[in-house]
């Protein structure tokens, strides 16, 4: 789960990161009042759930509070389009108005889960506001890292340490040191994946400063914090995700043209690759998992047919914990009271595959049944050429 720059910012700041003095508007009229409030020149900050907001145009510095009027203004309703929205963008419903820092200094600052050590890992560069991938590329001998053991957590001189390879004076290392520390905190406390603030800055007064935060949530641990799930912004949510969540399904939408359903991830991607090397894309991620019920086999169904980007649908099913008559009834269900205008291909494996096979047969809908993965995958090629042409 992702929250907003400035949700993120009011996190850190109740763990003690300090942060600059700004507010919250919905409309150009109250970000002038907010830019007239802070009495100094402010900056216009687009908040939406993707990173690259700057070279996009979504963050505009703003002089005067009739200045911060327009640029709200020009923001507010926009569809912003960076690296990390894809083509379709997203639309700016929310913008923070802050007060410009002055800065004398930028860092990176972040923590994440470091998969081949499985443990967390905190990152520093003093190439701060460039993304971490752009800093890795073009200098990695600027990454410093601290792994941390989960039993013992972080140790203070690790925190130091870390800081003290940024080439800062001893006050302004300390004054990080804090920060790290109180980002790793934030990290355990809340159940995150990534706790990020870039640039954390240096003002001329030698303090430390997070001009901006991202913080992503391990969706597991969101039972322990409902305070962190009243965060959750469902405009940034893509509708179809948001239903699928609410139907226990794990569902993620992509930009091809091929609705999957399949049960395990691990199938789930070898069926995404089957997709590519047939000559089609995936338009989706939907793992039903092995405790589906008919009714489940139904709803992950109609979310397919309800992307319009879906030009074919491929149900590939390894009956195991899930059976397979209970997955060929969902489908007939599903099909039975909507109207599909799309191929179905279907591969049945596993538990029940005979009785599940003869609820497609007998169901007198129109499936394409698929015996092995190379005949799916011809069938795959075939629907998508055909709504080529």
Same mark, same amino acid.
């Given at each position: 789960?992702?929250?907003?720059?400035?949700?993120?910012?009011?996190?850190?700041?109740?763990?003690?990161?300090?942060?600059?003095? @700004?507010?919250? =508007?919905?409309?150009?009229? *109250?970000?002038?009042?907010?830019? #007239?409030? &802070?009495?100094?020149?402010? +900056?216009? %900050?687009?908040?939406?759930?993707?990173?690259?907001?700057?070279?996009?145009?979504?963050?505009?510095?703003?002089?005067?509070?009739?200045?911060?009027?327009?640029?709200?203004?020009?923001?507010?309703?926009?569809?912003?389009?960076?690296?990390?929205?894809?083509?379709?963008?997203?639309?700016?419903?929310?913008?923070?108005?802050?007060?410009?820092?002055?800065?004398?200094?930028?860092?990176?600052?972040?923590?994440?889960?470091?998969?081949?050590?499985?443990?967390?890992?905190?990152?520093?560069?003093?190439?701060?506001?460039?993304?971490?991938?752009?800093?890795?590329?073009?200098?990695?001998?600027?990454?410093?890292?601290?792994?941390?053991?989960?039993?013992?957590?972080?140790?203070?001189?690790?925190?130091?340490?870390?800081?003290?390879?940024? @080439?800062?004076? =001893?006050?302004?290392?300390? *004054?990080?040191?804090?920060?790290? #520390?109180? &980002?790793?905190?934030?990290? +355990?406390? %809340?159940?995150?994946?990534?706790?990020?603030?870039?640039?954390?800055?240096?003002?001329?007064?030698?303090?430390?400063?997070?001009?901006?935060?991202?913080?992503?949530?391990?969706?597991?641990?969101?039972?322990?914090?409902?305070?962190?799930?009243?965060?959750?912004?469902?405009?940034?949510?893509?509708?179809?995700?948001?239903?699928?969540?609410?139907?226990?399904?794990?569902?993620?939408?992509?930009?091809?043209?091929?609705?999957?359903?399949?049960?395990?991830?691990?199938?789930?991607?070898?069926?995404?690759?089957?997709?590519?090397?047939?000559?089609?894309?995936?338009?989706?991620?939907?793992?039903?998992?092995?405790?589906?019920?008919?009714?489940?086999?139904?709803?992950?169904?109609?979310?397919?047919?309800?992307?319009?980007?879906?030009?074919?649908?491929?149900?590939?099913?390894?009956?195991?914990?899930?059976?397979?008559?209970?997955?060929?009834?969902?489908?007939?269900?599903?099909?039975?009271?909507?109207?599909?205008?799309?191929?179905?291909?279907?591969?049945?494996?596993?538990?029940?595959?005979?009785?599940?096979?003869?609820?497609?047969?007998?169901?007198?809908?129109?499936?394409?049944?698929?015996?092995?993965?190379?005949?799916?995958?011809?069938?795959?090629?075939?629907?998508?050429?055909?709504?080529?042409?």
């Amino acid at each position: 789960m992702n929250i907003h720059e400035y949700q993120a910012k009011e996190l850190f700041s109740s763990f003690g990161i300090p942060i600059p003095e @700004g507010r919250v =508007a919905t409309t150009p009229a *109250a970000a002038e009042k907010i830019a #007239t409030e &802070l009495a100094s020149p402010v +900056v216009i %900050k687009a908040q939406i759930h993707a990173g690259g907001r700057g070279k996009a145009g979504g963050v505009k510095r703003a002089a005067s509070p009739e200045a911060a009027r327009a640029a709200a203004a020009e923001l507010l309703g926009r569809t912003l389009v960076t690296h990390q929205t894809g083509p379709a963008g997203k639309i700016v419903h929310k913008v923070l108005v802050e007060r410009v820092a002055a800065v004398k200094t930028e860092i990176y600052l972040g923590i994440t889960i470091d998969r081949t050590q499985r443990v967390p890992v905190i990152m520093a560069s003093p190439a701060g506001g460039m993304e971490i991938e752009q800093i890795a590329d073009e200098s990695p001998d600027k990454i410093f890292k601290e792994w941390i053991h989960p039993e013992i957590g972080l140790r203070p001189f690790q925190a130091y340490r870390l800081a003290l390879k940024l @080439g800062l004076d =001893a006050a302004e290392t300390r *004054a990080v040191a804090q920060v790290i #520390t109180a &980002l790793h905190r934030v990290f +355990v406390d %809340k159940d995150c994946l990534l706790v990020e603030t870039n640039p954390l800055i240096i003002d001329n007064n030698g303090a430390a400063l997070a001009l901006d935060a991202k913080i992503n949530f391990d969706d597991n641990g969101l039972f322990r914090h409902p305070d962190i799930v009243a965060l959750r912004d469902p405009a940034e949510e893509d509708p179809l995700e948001s239903a699928a969540r609410k139907s226990n399904l794990n569902y993620v939408k992509l930009h091809g043209n091929v609705g999957c359903l399949v049960n395990g991830a691990g199938l789930a991607m070898a069926t995404m690759d089957l997709i590519k090397l047939a000559g089609a894309e995936p338009a989706n991620f939907l793992d039903v998992g092995g405790g589906a019920n008919e009714d489940m086999i139904e709803q992950g169904f109609s979310l397919l047919l309800s992307d319009p980007d879906v030009n074919a649908v491929f149900i590939n099913i390894f009956g195991g914990i899930l059976r397979c008559d209970i997955l060929a009834r969902g489908i007939v269900a599903a099909v039975s009271r909507r109207s599909v205008d799309v191929p179905v291909i279907v591969r049945l494996e596993g538990t029940n595959v005979e009785q599940g096979r003869e609820i497609l047969d007998r169901s007198g809908l129109h499936f394409q049944r698929a015996n092995d993965l190379a005949e799916a995958a011809a069938l795959i090629a075939r629907a998508v050429q055909e709504v080529a042409q």
